[in-house]
């Protein structure tokens, strides 16, 4: 079965340093790689996926994130962090030969210190 | 707008009710979901309907039942709530499988 894992509880950064949240996956088959911001007593919102072409994915809110796969990971990455990405930052994997099933990551805590 | 909608937003019961909660989607998904947050955040899949089939059923126990008139809505239905089901509950729809999940904003369910 498809997992991923994030292995930081939290990640404090000041503001404008670059902000990097790390995730690593594991499935069977080609994988297909979410990450989803979640801001306080609010639904998830899609910040950007992986399918297939260039490794390096630009999405929402100037986030970008690079798959790797001989690490098998696919870190979030924003050059310079604002306070307003103080959130909670779930990775999600789906196995491409398989059912639509997401599985999240535990989710990690951005803090960003103005 | 085009979103997925959940109802109620906040659901405060006692041990041993019934309740549902309401999930409806516009954006013409065929796959429809329920996720369960817990109170570290963790999220699990409980169940996903695509066009009326119930398709994955993670271990859920069987107070749990989801209800699908048609396929813009997925309806939780709880039996017999207990202390342990106090969590935020997310409805999500996906189209195919090279999107990800559009979710609704939560509901927030607490047994006392």
């Known amino acids: 079965a498809q997992s991923v894992a994030q292995p930081e509880d939290q990640v404090n950064v000041a503001e404008g340093n670059p902000l990097t949240v790390k995730c690593t996956y594991s499935?069977?088959?080609?994988?297909?790689l979410f990450w989803y911001v979640q801001y306080p007593n609010r639904g998830l919102q899609f910040l950007l996926k992986?399918?297939?072409?260039?490794?390096l994915v630009k999405g929402s809110y100037g986030f970008e994130a690079e798959f790797n796969k001989s690490q098998t990971s696919f870190h979030l990455k924003k050059p310079s962090a604002l306070v307003s990405d103080s959130a909670l930052y779930f990775c999600?994997?789906?196995?491409?030969?398989?059912?639509?099933?997401?599985?999240f990551g535990k989710g990690n805590q951005v803090v960003v210190i103005p | 707008d085009t979103a997925v909608s959940q109802t109620p937003k906040y659901l405060v019961t006692q041990m041993g009710n019934d309740k549902s909660i309401k999930c409806e989607q516009n954006?013409?998904?065929?796959?429809m979901y329920w996720y369960k947050q817990d109170s570290k955040k963790f999220l699990k899949i409980m169940f996903s309907?695509?066009?009326?089939?119930?398709?994955i059923n993670e271990t859920v126990p069987n107070r749990f039942s989801p209800k699908s008139p048609d396929k813009a809505h997925l309806n939780l239905h709880i039996n017999s709530l207990e202390l342990g089901d106090s969590a935020v509950y997310f409805c999500?729809?996906?189209?195919?499988?090279?999107?990800?999940?559009?979710f609704g904003s939560g509901t927030r369910l607490t047994v006392v």
């Open positions: 992986y399918i297939t072409g260039d490794n």
């Open positions: 499935v069977s088959g080609n994988p297909y």
């Open positions: 999500a729809s996906s189209q195919g499988s090279l999107i990800g999940y559009t």
């Open positions: 309907y695509n066009n009326k089939e119930l398709i």
């Open positions: 954006l013409g998904h065929d796959t």
């Open positions: 999600a994997v789906r196995d491409g030969g398989g059912n639509n099933r997401l599985a």
